[in-house]
């Protein structure tokens, strides 16, 4: 009798190449639905209490980030709410997983997934606070929709500016980066919090715009980068359409329509063990006082959380050499506002490492929270 895998469930992706025996499972990962984008999988194991199970991942040379894997550990669950991380060796090419199971089903995953579900339960957490407008603003592909919250403490007069700053949030323009909804809801319940006072600070002299959800079909369809019909999101914000990236359309005109002061494109890296930021640096009206609002903002955070720094990172573009069709590009150039891109990792903060439970959904929701002191702090400064 064979062993029974499966992955028909809300993101769920994962090929079987051989499953006749718990201690020799294979597997593949699989492309995007409509893309060549190969790297996030999660799936089910059944009856296996008791079972010394080996599994095996097939062919990653071929994955989208092959070097991903490297000092990668799978994560794991029994019940979907705590998710651990199991001994993982990787030689290049195949990767393997080796754990004797304590229950009837266990579920693997490239990280602690964020269902839509939960994404649906964070809109209708939201819509309860009288601090909240919730704004849709067209749907996908599938027909989903895309959810702004608009987030305002009317009463409240600004401290020490004429008028209140405009501060964009979205996040998982690449669905499977899903510790981004994950550092989205860490943030929108930190905002929320009647009792904290930077978050009073905060609402004094700033309204939010945030978009927990960038890409609920693609992860709906256990896609690690790209939407129903194979678009990459954040290589859309130069021309989006309707047809092929609404999400982006939608979000672009609502920014138009309102403005931008600050934004912050929150995102995972699946290489880097790190969290960092990355900049306009290559933007061409990126100038002194861009760069002096940067450093601001990292020299903020540094204080208001450990788990960031500023060493490791992606390469700054060239002067006038800036990918416009990324978000935090585009934004930075359209609005001539500080727009970051946030990294995250899928395998751990190598500064402050946890062998148990890895970079996680709790440290996403932390580390969320913490971004708050940054942006109260350079208010005063956007404009």
Aim: with cysteine; charged share 25%; hydrophobic share 40%.
């Amino acid at each position: 009798m064979s062993v029974q895998i499966s992955c028909n469930f809300d993101g769920g992706a994962i090929s079987v190449v051989k499953a006749e025996k718990f201690d020799d499972i294979q597997v593949k990962i699989r492309p995007d639905n409509a893309s060549e984008f190969a790297q996030w999988f999660f799936f089910r194991v059944h009856e296996t209490k008791g079972q010394e199970l080996r599994l095996r991942f097939l062919e990653l040379s071929k994955t989208a980030y092959p070097k991903g894997w490297e000092d990668y550990q799978v994560v794991a669950s029994y019940n979907r709410r705590e998710w651990f991380r199991v001994p993982t060796r990787f030689d290049g090419e195949t990767m393997e997983v080796q754990m004797t199971a304590e229950c009837d089903e266990v579920y693997f995953a490239y990280f602690e997934p964020y269902s839509y579900e939960r994404h649906l339960d964070l809109i209708g957490w939201a819509n309860e606070s009288p601090l909240v407008n919730v704004r849709q603003l067209g749907q996908t592909i599938d027909g989903r929709d895309m959810t702004m919250l608009i987030i305002e403490d009317k009463e409240a007069k600004p401290a020490k500016l004429k008028a209140k700053r405009k501060v964009w949030m979205i996040a998982r323009q690449h669905p499977g980066e899903t510790m981004a909804e994950w550092f989205v809801e860490g943030f929108l319940e930190r905002l929320l919090d009647g009792n904290d006072a930077m978050a009073r600070a905060a609402l004094q002299d700033a309204v939010f715009y945030v978009v927990p959800h960038m890409n609920p079909d693609g992860a709906v369809r256990g896609n690690l980068r790209t939407n129903a019909v194979g678009a990459n999101l954040n290589r859309e914000w130069l021309e989006s359409t309707v047809e092929r990236s609404p999400e982006v359309f939608h979000v672009r005109e609502a920014m138009k329509r309102i403005g931008v002061d600050m934004a912050l494109d929150v995102h995972g890296d699946e290489g880097l063990a790190y969290n960092f930021v990355a900049g306009c640096e290559g933007v061409p009206s990126y100038d002194e006082r861009h760069a002096g609002l940067e450093k601001q903002f990292k020299d903020a955070w540094h204080i208001a959380s450990p788990e960031f720094q500023d060493i490791y990172g992606y390469d700054k573009d060239e002067p006038g050499k800036a990918n416009l069709s990324m978000a935090t590009s585009w934004i930075g150039e359209q609005f001539k506002c500080l727009s970051y891109t946030i990294e995250m990792p899928f395998k751990d903060n190598a500064n402050l490492p946890d062998v148990e439970f890895g970079w996680s959904s709790e440290r996403s929701r932390q580390f969320g929270a913490s971004v708050l002191q940054p942006i109260v702090q350079l208010l005063p400064n956007l404009r």
